[in-house]
Nanobody, 121 residues
């Protein structure tokens, strides 16, 4: 099992940038694929970005492609989400998650508590 703690959320203006961090603990962290998700009020949780165990491949949903970048530092047990050109519709609670097998939504079994991102227009 992997324990995850997100940080870095806050209130920003449209066009600003934020970097979210996710600190992972647990002996098997390095064997997990990692992902970032978000959930806006009244909406379902959605996948945003994923990175493979090796860090060699990344995947993004269309709405954030070109604006968000996922990365990981295995030596520090960290995963990041760099978010540029933020829009009001990016307002949501952002979650870090870990998957022992691939980047399919159903395989993400470990979740952080979430960090709020609010983008004002």
């Amino acid at each position: 099992q992997v324990q995850l703690v997100e940080s870095g959320g806050g209130l920003v203006q449209a066009g600003d940038s934020l970097r979210l961090s996710c600190a992972a603990s647990g002996r098997t962290y390095s064997t997990y694929a990692m992902g970032w998700f978000r959930q806006a009020p009244g909406k379902e949780r959605e996948f945003l970005a994923g990175i493979t165990m090796s860090g060699g491949s990344t995947y993004y949903t269309d709405s954030v492609k070109g604006r968000f970048t996922i990365s990981r530092e295995k030596a520090k047990n960290m995963v990041y989400l760099q978010m540029n050109n933020l829009k009001p519709e990016d307002t949501a609670v952002y979650y870090c998650a870990a998957s022992p097998s691939g980047l399919t939504y159903s395989t993400f079994g470990s979740w952080g508590q979430g960090t709020q991102v609010t983008v004002s227009s």
